[in-house]
């Protein structure tokens, strides 16, 4: 929507020499009219203003094209700082008489065309428009009063309608607003449909990540005591059923039962491998040939029950 700026250059500095003026073009604050300016929508708005043409006096009020016999320069450059909105403005040597009234102080009132988002809010217990941001800035005019002439007139009575509006908003209860506009009602149920939706995804997003963690740590304990039974039950070293019980633990399986075959896989292997390490039942490195000798056979029965390998008959 339009927003009409009504304000005045500010600490104006003049190079004569260059036509060149320098100064706050805009500040953040409450006009008038009842529309606010927020600090952060003016930060934001200095580059919207960046090569925006100035124009001498108001448009005439059917004209929609500005004349090119009223263009008196061009903004060259803008910034923001906690004054506001800075500009350096670059005047026509053809407007000499306009550097002299600014530099002497006789001119100064601004007009700004501009774009931007508004919204209906309540600042000091005044209903009043916010400027949320200005998106486009069409020109700015030097006006020998920012209060007077043609389409700012038009702007000024327009804005001070829309003040009698807000004013209007304080006086209206509730049950009038809905009576004549309940379409106002259902904006409002679908906003609060909306919120709870948003905050019950968030909800069951935690509920299910805890469920996550709750289930992974079941399974761990179901693997766990899977494992210990079938390690411990194996009759295997003890050093040897407690490296197989961290390997177990470690293991990637889908289902218990899918596991617990796993595991039996597990142990299989490991008394495989370490019946490979005996030489008829008698482990290698473990003492002298004579002596595993003499207590062969009765070694190699040992060996094969720690084994779970059953002596064949004869």
Same mark, same amino acid.
């Given at each position: 929507?339009?927003?009409?700026?009504?304000?005045?250059?500010?600490?104006?500095?003049?190079?004569?020499?260059?036509?060149?003026?320098?100064?706050?073009?805009?500040?953040?604050?409450?006009?008038?009219?009842?529309?606010? @300016?927020?600090?952060?929508?003016?930060?934001?708005?200095?580059? !919207?203003?960046? =090569?925006?043409?100035?124009?001498?006096?108001?448009?005439?009020?059917?004209?929609?094209?500005?004349?090119?016999?009223?263009?008196?320069?061009?903004?060259?450059?803008?910034?923001?700082?906690?004054?506001?909105?800075?500009?350096?403005?670059?005047?026509?040597? $053809?407007?000499?008489?306009?550097?002299?009234?600014?530099?002497?102080?006789?001119?100064?009132?601004?007009?700004?065309?501009?774009?931007?988002?508004?919204?209906?809010?309540?600042?000091?217990?005044?209903?009043?428009?916010?400027?949320?941001?200005?998106?486009?800035?069409?020109?700015?005019?030097?006006?020998?009063?920012? !209060? $007077?002439?043609?389409?700012?007139?038009?702007?000024?009575?327009?804005?001070? !309608? @829309?003040?009698? =509006?807000?004013?209007?908003?304080?006086?209206?209860?509730?049950?009038?607003?809905?009576?004549?506009?309940?379409?106002?009602?259902?904006?409002?149920?679908?906003?609060?449909?909306?919120?709870?939706? $948003?905050?019950?995804?968030?909800?069951?997003?935690?509920?299910? !990540?805890?469920?996550?963690?709750?289930?992974?740590?079941?399974?761990?304990?179901?693997?766990?005591?899977?494992?210990?039974?079938?390690?411990?039950?194996?009759?295997?070293? $003890?050093?040897?059923?407690?490296?197989?019980?961290?390997?177990?633990?470690?293991?990637?399986?889908?289902?218990?039962?899918?596991?617990?075959?796993?595991?039996?896989?597990?142990?299989?292997?490991?008394?495989? @491998?370490?019946? =490979?390490?005996?030489?008829?039942?008698?482990?290698?490195?473990?003492?002298?040939?004579?002596?595993?000798?003499?207590?062969?056979?009765?070694?190699?029965?040992?060996?094969?029950?720690?084994? =779970?390998?059953?002596?064949?008959?004869?």
């Amino acid at each position: 929507m339009n927003i009409p700026i009504i304000t005045t250059l500010r600490e104006a500095r003049v190079d004569a020499e260059s036509c060149v003026v320098e100064g706050i073009i805009l500040t953040p604050g409450m006009s008038e009219n009842g529309t606010y @300016y927020s600090p952060e929508a003016v930060m934001k708005a200095a580059p !919207a203003f960046k =090569g925006v043409q100035c124009y001498a006096d108001h448009p005439k009020p059917d004209e929609i094209e500005r004349s090119v016999r009223d263009v008196v320069g061009l903004i060259e450059e803008t910034w923001a700082d906690e004054a506001g909105i800075r500009a350096r403005i670059r005047l026509s040597r $053809a407007q000499d008489w306009l550097l002299t009234m600014i530099a002497e102080g006789l001119l100064g009132d601004l007009s700004i065309n501009a774009m931007g988002k508004t919204r209906v809010s309540r600042r000091d217990g005044r209903v009043v428009r916010d400027v949320l941001e200005i998106t486009k800035a069409h020109s700015v005019d030097f006006v020998a009063r920012a !209060a $007077a002439g043609g389409r700012v007139e038009k702007i000024i009575r327009e804005s001070a !309608a @829309y003040g009698e =509006g807000l004013k209007l908003i304080e006086r209206v209860t509730p049950e009038e607003l809905l009576e004549a506009r309940p379409d106002v009602l259902e904006k409002i149920r679908e906003k609060v449909r909306s919120e709870l939706t $948003a905050e019950r995804g968030d909800s069951t997003s935690e509920i299910q !990540a805890l469920e996550d963690e709750i289930e992974r740590r079941r399974t761990g304990l179901v693997r766990e005591s899977i494992a210990s039974r079938l390690i411990d039950s194996s009759k295997l070293p $003890a050093m040897v059923r407690e490296f197989l019980l961290m390997e177990a633990l470690t293991m990637d399986v889908a289902s218990e039962d899918a596991f617990e075959s796993a595991i039996a896989g597990l142990i299989d292997r490991h008394r495989k @491998y370490l019946a =490979g390490l005996t030489s008829e039942g008698v482990i290698r490195g473990m003492g002298s040939v004579k002596e595993a000798s003499e207590d062969r056979s009765e070694t190699c029965r040992s060996t094969q029950r720690l084994m =779970g390998i059953r002596e064949k008959p004869n």
